[in-house]
């Protein structure tokens, strides 16, 4: 692998880290970071397929009250590299994205804990007035952040592919197994808990014709994009609640806001 695309790859791990707090760029979900990772070692297919499938995964994974959630970035960026730098299936990339995940939440406790200390820090810089100590505080944090994502991920790329290879051989099916159905049900338990924070009578019967459409093996992913878009307008268009707050009419004029401003000079 040449120069450029370790210094990509380290690029994006870092950049994964640090949007792991900051959540701007969702740089740290599986559906960027591995695509990303493909794109700068040239295997962008693996990457693309690897970040679709631990999507579905990762989206259980949420922080709620005291609890932490697996690490996403971690999970992706090494899934990624051992999928597009070091030749191991899709497949196994995505059962070996838990037990990664687990230990990037070991390094976020660890960084967290050590941010406490530069908050400190940042805090005796605003009491003298600081302005400049503060931001270096809150850099060197975020900095933290990124070399959690970064060096784990040097140290994959790294390793040699026979070694990575042989590790992965070693492994009973009996754990690579475990491991591929605990990813299935995290996706189910995800799905759930999408559907708990969205639903509502209204929606339901959509919910219900989207299985039943699923189901026809003719109809693409594109095609399914396509008509749910319409049937999102077609449901705006139709429900009176919508209707009522857009500033709709029943007036002769067709209802639009526009003229109903112009009406009232």
């Keep these: 692998m040449s120069f450029i695309s370790v210094i990509g790859i380290l690029i994006v791990s870092f950049l994964a880290g640090m949007e792991g707090i900051l959540d701007e760029f969702d740089f740290h979900q599986p559906i960027l970071a591995c695509p990303l990772i493909g794109l700068v070692s040239g295997h962008p297919a693996?990457?693309?397929?690897?970040?679709?499938?631990?999507?579905?995964?990762?989206l259980g994974w949420m922080n709620i009250g005291a609890a932490v959630a697996p690490d996403?970035?971690?999970?992706?960026?090494?899934?990624?590299?051992?999928?597009?730098?070091?030749?191991?299936s899709?497949?196994?990339?995505?059962?070996?994205?838990?037990?990664?995940a687990v230990a990037g939440l070991v390094l976020t406790i660890i960084v967290r804990?050590?941010?406490?200390?530069?908050?400190?820090?940042?805090?005796?810089?605003?009491?003298?007035?600081s302005f400049a100590g503060v931001y270096a505080f809150h850099f060197i944090a975020l900095a933290l952040q990124g070399l959690r994502i970064a060096i784990p991920a040097a140290l994959i790329v790294a390793v040699p592919t026979h070694v990575v290879t042989d590790l992965l051989a070693a492994l009973p099916d009996v754990v690579t197994n475990g491991l591929k159905v605990g990813g299935g049900m995290i996706?189910?338990?995800?799905?759930a808990m999408v559907i708990n924070m969205m639903a509502t009578p209204a929606l339901w019967p959509w919910f219900f014709l989207g299985f039943a459409l699923a189901a026809l093996s003719e109809i693409t992913l594109i095609g399914m994009g396509i008509?749910?878009?319409?049937?999102?307008?077609?449901?705006?268009?139709?429900?009176?609640?919508?209707?009522?707050?857009?500033?709709?009419?029943?007036?002769s004029d067709g209802g639009d806001p526009i003229d109903d401003?112009?009406?009232?000079?």
Excluded: W
């Design 46 to 58: 693996e990457g693309l397929a690897l970040g679709g499938s631990l999507q579905l995964i990762a």
């Design 72 to 88: 996403a970035a971690l999970a992706s960026v090494a899934a990624a590299i051992l999928v597009c730098v070091k030749g191991t």
């Design 90 to 100: 899709v497949s196994n990339g995505v059962a070996l994205a838990i037990p990664l």
């Design 113 to 129: 804990t050590i941010a406490t200390f530069l908050a400190h820090g940042a805090d005796g810089a605003g009491k003298r007035g």
């Design 187 to 191: 996706v189910a338990v995800g799905y």
């Design 227 to 251: 008509i749910g878009v319409v049937m999102a307008l077609l449901f705006l268009q139709v429900d009176p609640e919508f209707n009522k707050t857009s500033g709709g009419s029943s007036s």
């Design 261 to 265: 401003i112009l009406n009232d000079y």
